[in-house]
């Protein structure tokens, strides 16, 4: 099996704003800005909880939920959760915590959950011999009191339509497999077009409790 040699793009960042510039593609992706403090605040009183994530990276490594409830602030990452009582110390902490990465912020999605666990779902699409094909659609798990579900971290792997029928309802899977692959259609042919050279892709979807998909991020280097 010959698979194309994959032009690698580790920017979060880049790829969020080439897929911003497609209409249809633009109302799955969570609103997203690089850090800073005026940043910061300003997305956690519009959404109420956000996620903190380096520019460059996977597996869940660095990611980080704050959530405000009234005037206090509640940061998750692993499996630490520390409350700051006012955004300073929020700042502080995060600081702290980040090292002087590189970090953007994205409006936070409370997916759909099995047993008060999120689950997201990771499609895995891949050029052979010139053809995209898709490889794989899996959901993802998190693993109890973590909300990142990266199998690297203690996440659960099921197939993508078991996921969604214990999570939403068995009505809703065919329509959301057909939605996730129609995403990954449409932003596969954007990202080539602005970044040639690329041969794998992993989209990361998750789902609200509403049903509405989102695009939480997509890897040239999928694992």
Known sequence: MEVTISRQLASK?????????????ARHIPA???LSAANLRSMLASYG???VKPVRGGGGVGVIKIEKSGSAYR????????VYAGFDALMKGLNATRKKRAYLIQRGIRLATIGG???DYRVKYVKEKGV???RSMLGRLARPGLFVTNLCRGGTQMP???GI?????PKLVGAKKREMRSLTKASTELLESRFPGIGQLGYDYGIDRNGHIWMLEVNTRPQ
């Open 49 to 51: 909880m956000v996620v």
């Open 32 to 34: 997203s800005r690089l």
């Open 75 to 82: 940061l998750s990452h692993k499996s630490n959760k520390r």
């Open 165 to 169: 029928r214990r999570s939403l309802s």
């Open 13 to 25: 960042w880049l790829k969020a704003n080439a897929l911003l510039s497609n209409p249809y593609i």
């Open 132 to 134: 995209w094909t898709y």
């Open 160 to 162: 993508a339509a078991q």
């Open 117 to 119: 666990r999120p689950i």
